[in-house]
């Protein structure tokens, strides 16, 4: 797995296929690349595609220090500068879809984003029933907490193998990562962000869990939707033919690939 050094902390992706526009996947809250594997292989065959693991995550390091949104988005923004990717599409999933949020705030970085399920432009109650979580994962119950929620959002009908192997990556994880991340995340102000979003921006979700859509349309008006079915949060995993067809078809449509 090839790997970039900035200041000292150890950025590992992986990368494949060839075409534009470029793709960057950025992974969840607690997962690594391997969380967007289906999107890699499906669109690694007609574009350059870079899955990185964020820094405290999967191969990357792991410093002693804060993990907030924005820094997330730094990283990402460096390394594709290093990589000589521009203007690429950001498909992000939950936490990465928030950083995603984060780069299409950015002008002239990305030439679209797709958010797949996060905690975007989230009603404040929603928002607050997270904090409960955050309280556990900073207590030494903490990696039991981090199962029964990551169960929670797999939800019923995720394959049993295909969820112990979630479960087991999850397992590997630094607890202050997970912390300071999901801290941030909370914190972080995506209302905001959707305002400064001027490009083609696609939310798909596996139902109306997290977000407030309406209003999200109403900071980003360019904003299309899209909803899965028969799935839990971790759809790109379990239904990856629904994602990717529509993925597919937003770029098509909104970016001309």
């Known amino acids: ?42 669109f690694s065959r007609t574009h350059r595609v870079i899955s990185p693991d964020l820094r405290g995550f999967g191969a990357s390091s792991r410093p002693e220090q804060k ?11 460096w390394m ?3 990589l000589g990717v521009e203007r690429p599409v950001v498909i992000g999933h939950s936490m990465g879809g928030t950083i995603a949020l984060e780069l299409g705030a950015r ?19 929603i928002v607050e029933s997270f904090r409960p979580v955050l309280e556990g994962i900073r207590s030494p119950a903490c990696m039991q907490v981090l199962q029964q929620f ?4 797999l939800g019923p009908h995720f394959e049993a193998g ?24 909370l914190n972080y102000d ?47 995993l379990e239904v990856p033919e629904q994602v990717n067809a529509t993925v597919e078809r937003f770029l098509q449509v909104y970016v001309g690939r």
């Open 107 to 125: 002008p002239g970085f990305a030439a679209a984003v797709v958010i797949l399920e996060a905690l975007t432009v989230t009603p404040p109650p």
């Open 190 to 236: 995506s209302a905001a962000a959707a305002a400064r979003c001027k490009v083609p921006l696609l939310y798909a979700s596996s139902g109306p869990w997290f977000t407030d859509v309406e209003r999200f349309r109403s900071l980003a008006p360019q904003l299309v939707t899209s909803q899965a079915v028969g799935c839990g949060h971790y759809f790109q």
């Open 1 to 42: 797995m090839p790997k970039l050094e900035r200041d000292g902390v150890s950025l590992n992706y992986v990368e494949a296929g060839t075409g534009g526009p470029p793709i960057l996947l950025v992974h969840c809250w607690g997962g690594d690349h391997s969380m967007m594997a289906p999107l890699l292989t499906h």
């Open 150 to 153: 990551t169960e929670q959002l």
């Open 67 to 77: 993990y907030p949104t924005a820094g997330f988005a730094d990283d990402l923004v």
């Open 162 to 185: 295909a969820r112990a192997r979630v479960l087991e990556l999850f397992a590997r994880n630094s607890p202050h990562v997970l912390a300071s991340s999901l801290g941030e995340l």
């Open 80 to 82: 594709c500068r290093e």
